[in-house]
């Protein structure tokens, strides 16, 4: 049982370029969610899903797409990254509304 | 939407003392506040949580409490500890549609041998 797997758990893009970050849970968990930390900042809501073939925008969607085409994955992309998306990102699902998050062990992501 | 303040943003305790994180929230709504501990380089854990329809809940060392009226939560650490050393996080959602955490600004606590 690993819980929640992200990958990679680094990565250097350039400006410009574009990647996909994969989280994947083994747990049957609806809930999904993408947050991104940064210092002093907490951890801000990107997008989510509430199941399979649905996604909403959370608190700071902008340049992030995201995509569950089967319930144990979510992926988050990014089409053109950004100096200002350097950050650490983390991947979250819960069971149900009524139960905290189990957390990935997150991606550095660091735009050059 | 919902907003989380979370105090203080650093706090250091000789072990063996008590340490208090407190927390407001904005949306009198929100029914859900857990809290959650992250170590250096590591995920966040959650490590205690409580729900509106109680005013405290302990477990071993840690005890949260929350205040309805006043919306205010805060968390309770006794007999701290080195292992204790961590940034803690609060939170707060609605338990029902999607359950989107709303977290606090992080509290880096620092236990003194």
């Known amino acids: 049982n690993a819980g929640v797997t992200q990958t990679p758990k680094f990565r250097v893009l350039k400006t410009g370029q574009s990647m996909t970050l994969l989280c994947a849970q083994d747990?049957?968990?609806?809930?999904m969610y993408w947050y991104r930390q940064d210092p002093g900042m907490g951890l801000r809501l990107i997008h989510y899903?509430?199941?399979?073939?649905?996604?909403a925008k959370g608190e700071v969607p902008d340049g992030y797409n995201v995509s569950r085409l089967k319930k144990q994955n979510f992926l988050l992309g990014l089409e053109s990254a950004a100096p200002s998306q350097t950050s650490v990102y983390f991947c979250?699902?819960?069971?149900?509304?009524?139960?905290?998050?189990?957390f990935g062990s997150g991606t550095r992501l660091t735009v050059v | 939407g919902e907003n989380v303040e979370q105090h203080p943003s650093t706090l250091s305790v000789q072990e063996g003392d008590s340490a208090v994180i407190k927390c407001t929230y904005s949306?009198?709504?929100?029914?859900?506040f857990p809290w959650y501990k992250q170590e250096l380089g590591k995920r966040p854990q959650l490590i205690i949580d409580i729900r509106s329809n109680v005013g405290e809940k302990k477990d071993q060392r840690i005890a949260v409490t929350l205040n309805k009226t006043a919306k205010h939560f805060s968390l309770h650490i006794t007999e701290t500890q080195p292992e204790d050393s961590a940034v803690y996080f609060c939170?707060?959602?609605?338990?029902?549609?999607?359950?989107?955490?709303?977290f606090g600004q992080g509290t880096r606590l620092t236990i003194n041998p």
């Open positions: 899903s509430v199941g399979e073939g649905t996604t």
């Open positions: 979250a699902s819960s069971f149900d509304t009524a139960y905290g998050y189990t």
């Open positions: 949306d009198s709504a929100s029914n859900y």
């Open positions: 939170a707060a959602s609605l338990i029902q549609g999607a359950q989107k955490l709303v």
């Open positions: 747990m049957n968990h609806e809930y």
